[in-house]
């Protein structure tokens, strides 16, 4: 890998928090999610998946609401000297906790996923694949006063080298599931 300036251009938009709308899939239905480059030609090539995530016949990844400003991708070293590897969390709030989402929580028990979620730059990021899929735990909560928070806050994690990858392939959804609202 050729190494380059980590440089930061002053003045550049830097917006926290992430969309909100994010996909959802499971490893079982996908027919492959790339993973990122055993050789990467550069340090801005490390990070970033550029093949497209593929899905069996007849299945799709599904978009998933979430609450805006209630949404995060954090990652946090763990780990000895030699053997350090990433914890990644992507802390999901969805406000409500209607049929879909009690259902959603049922559904996904014990499942392999993966998600994509767009940052507020527009940068897709990654989170589980075929060799690590992400874990999914949740609470929910019915509020107790007129300005408490109500519905289902999902903690989805993976883990691995660096933050979750960059991916810039194409999110294989079916349009007929995306809301215009």
Do not use: C, H
Request: hydrophobic share 35%; proline share 6%; aromatic share 8%.
């Amino acid at each position: 890998m050729n190494y380059e300036a980590l440089d930061f251009t002053n003045g550049s938009k830097n917006i926290p928090g992430l969309k909100p709308v994010g996909y959802f899939g499971f490893t079982d239905e996908a027919a492959s999610i790339p993973e990122l480059p055993a050789s990467p030609a550069s340090m801005s090539a490390a990070g970033v998946i550029t093949t497209d995530i593929t899905m069996k016949s007849g299945k799709t990844m599904y978009p998933m609401y979430g609450t805006l400003e209630k949404l995060s991708l954090n990652g946090e070293a763990v780990g000895e000297r030699d053997s350090r590897v990433k914890n990644r969390t992507l802390t999901w709030k969805y406000p409500d906790t209607n049929e879909a989402s009690i259902g959603f929580d049922i559904g996904t028990n014990n499942r392999n996923m993966f998600f994509v979620v767009t940052d507020m730059n527009g940068r897709k990021r990654l989170i589980g694949n075929k060799s690590i899929p992400a874990s999914i735990s949740s609470s929910d909560d019915s509020g107790s006063t007129r300005d408490s928070d109500k519905g289902y806050t999902f903690e989805i994690s993976d883990f691995g080298i660096g933050a979750a990858p960059i991916y810039q392939g194409t999110i294989p959804v079916d349009i007929s599931l995306i809301s215009e609202d």
